[in-house]
């Protein structure tokens, strides 16, 4: 079965300091990892994939397939980064994505 | 870039009335819409797959005869929801997606609307 696991509901960091928003998954084949970001009273949009292996407004993501994890990660939390951060994944023929429960990251000036 | 617009953002109806919902892709042929359901401070759960011109795909435990979807246009896709109960309120947001294939995997989101059935 497909499953995304974010085991953090919320992170809390001060202006500055690194980010980790950490997201395991399981799946039986080989899955398209994604985040996506919800800023305050704005929709769901895509922040990356790891198959374009972008860096976002600072944000990577590395896809560890021995780990089946794919962690979000930032060096220098910026205010504007606060929002909810959800962690999906699909299969190959991207038809259907499961979201994991997402991460509410607070960063404090 | 690509733009998904959702109407209306909000409803309010009464119970064992029905609710439709509009999803738009506002510059872009849409393929492929999708319709998810998220409770408060959880997750988003996908209710179904809807492709242009054919039945929609509905995820395990999701009512079809409740929550009639029609993607009768590659710019429109609708969810009706059928005598509506309270437990149906709920935020439901859709998606489209573009092509099809492995190139073309981003969904690009509606702003969602919240039903509140009294």
């Known amino acids: 079965a497909q499953r995304v696991t974010q085991p953090e509901k919320l992170l809390s960091v001060f202006k500055g300091a690194p980010v980790e928003l950490k997201c395991n998954y399981s799946y039986s084949g080989s899955p398209e990892l994604f985040w996506y970001v919800q800023y305050s009273r704005q929709r769901l949009q895509l922040l990356l994939r790891?198959?374009s292996r972008e860096s976002i407004k600072g944000f990577t993501a590395d896809l560890n397939k021995g780990e089946t994890s794919f962690h979000l990660k930032k060096p220098f939390a910026q205010e504007e980064d606060s929002a909810m951060y959800y962690c999906?994944?699909?299969?190959?023929?991207?038809?259907?994505?499961?979201f994991g429960a997402g991460t509410i990251l607070r960063v404090k000036s | 870039g690509a733009v998904v617009s959702q109407h209306p953002s909000w409803v309010i109806c009464k119970s064992g009335t029905s609710v439709k919902i509009e999803c738009r892709s506002l510059d872009f042929q849409a393929t492929t819409m999708f319709w998810y359901r998220q409770f408060p401070k959880q997750s988003l759960m996908l209710m179904a797959t809807s492709n242009e011109g054919s039945k929609a795909t509905y995820e395990q435990g999701v009512e079809k005869d409740k929550f009639l979807i029609n993607h009768a246009s590659l710019t429109l896709s609708t969810l009706t929801v059928t005598s509506a109960h309270p437990e149906d309120s709920s935020f439901y947001i859709c998606?489209?997606?573009?092509?099809?294939?492995?190139?073309?995997?981003?969904?690009?989101f509606g702003p969602g609307t919240r039903l509140t059935v009294t």
């Open positions: 790891h198959i």
């Open positions: 998606s489209a997606r573009e092509g099809e294939g492995y190139q073309s995997y981003e969904q690009y």
């Open positions: 999906a994944l699909s299969g190959m023929d991207g038809n259907k994505l499961v």
